[in-house]
């Protein structure tokens, strides 16, 4: 079954934008935490951020802050990540998660802690 599904990426210049979107076909997202991570070939899959079910508290990668803004549409159940000032090392495949229950955007966001997953969409960044 599908759990959850990325949609947005795509090759954008660097310098550019690009606005990720994810939903929940089978369950309503606005009930979790959702986190965004990315991985890059070659490289360990990273939490790049998070937003707590009330959407009032977020967290950010270091590398990605004051760029990346995560936020979240209740009325129509999609959480987005806005990619701004993109610089080729943000290549990667993007996904998509739910935090386990309870443990909201706390703690490290280790991929254990996570049961739903997307499959991911592809965001490249080149000139």
């Known amino acids: 079954q599908v759990q959850l599904v990325e949609s947005g990426g795509g090759l954008v210049q660097p310098g550019g934008s690009l606005r990720l979107s994810c939903t929940a076909p089978?369950?309503?997202?606005?009930?979790?935490?959702i986190v965004w991570f990315r991985q890059a070939p070659g490289k360990e899959r990273e939490g790049v951020s998070c937003?707590?079910?009330?959407?009032?508290?977020?967290y950010y990668l270091d590398s990605v802050k004051g760029r990346f803004a995560i936020s979240r549409d209740n009325a129509n159940d999609t959480v987005y990540l806005q990619m701004n000032s993109l610089k080729p090392e943000d290549t990667a495949v993007y996904y998509c998660?739910?935090?386990?229950?309870?443990?909201?955007?706390?703690?490290?966001?280790?991929?254990?802690?996570?049961?739903?997953w997307g499959k991911g969409t592809q965001v490249t960044v080149s000139s």
């Open positions: 998660a739910r935090r386990r229950q309870s443990l909201g955007c706390s703690g490290s966001l280790a991929q254990n802690t996570m049961d739903y």
């Open positions: 089978r369950f309503t997202l606005d009930y979790y935490a």
């Open positions: 937003i707590s079910r009330s959407g009032y508290i977020s």
